[in-house]
């Protein structure tokens, strides 16, 4: 939820907002407000990378997650970085989705590995 609550206040707050205050201040805000989906996307990684069963398959989705992410960066300069950001929110929740589907799915198929026959 964090996460897509920093995704969103970078949709709705610029970053020309924080001009006018002095420096260190624009520096400390505008860094906590760019950088605020990277810090909760690595905990969220940690916390899914330590319940796995397969870290090996974790980290191999974290990489082509990186990689997609890499992909659609230059992007930002045909839409801008506001919608980039949206991009990346759509991107995040299609993953929560297909995590949740794929637990599903190993729970049940491990539920029928364990029912008696």
């Known amino acids: 939820m964090g996460l897509l609550i920093a995704l969103?206040?970078?949709v709705v707050v610029p970053l020309d907002s924080f001009?006018?205050?002095?420096r260190i201040v624009q520096a400390i805000a505008a860094?906590?407000?760019?950088?605020?989906p990277v810090l909760f996307s690595g905990v969220i990684f940690a916390v899914v990378f330590r319940r796995s069963n397969r870290p090996e398959q974790a980290l191999a989705y974290n990489t082509a997650g990186a990689i997609l992410g890499g992909l659609?960066?230059?992007a930002s300069m045909l839409i801008g970085f506001k919608y980039l950001v949206i991009v990346a929110g759509v991107i995040y929740i299609g993953s929560w989705v297909l995590q949740g589907r794929r637990t599903r799915g190993s729970a049940m198929g491990m539920a029928a590995v364990a029912a008696p026959n």
């Open 19 to 22: 001009l006018g205050l002095p």
């Open 31 to 36: 860094g906590a407000l760019v950088l605020s």
């Open 72 to 74: 659609t960066e230059p």
């Open 8 to 10: 969103g206040l970078n």
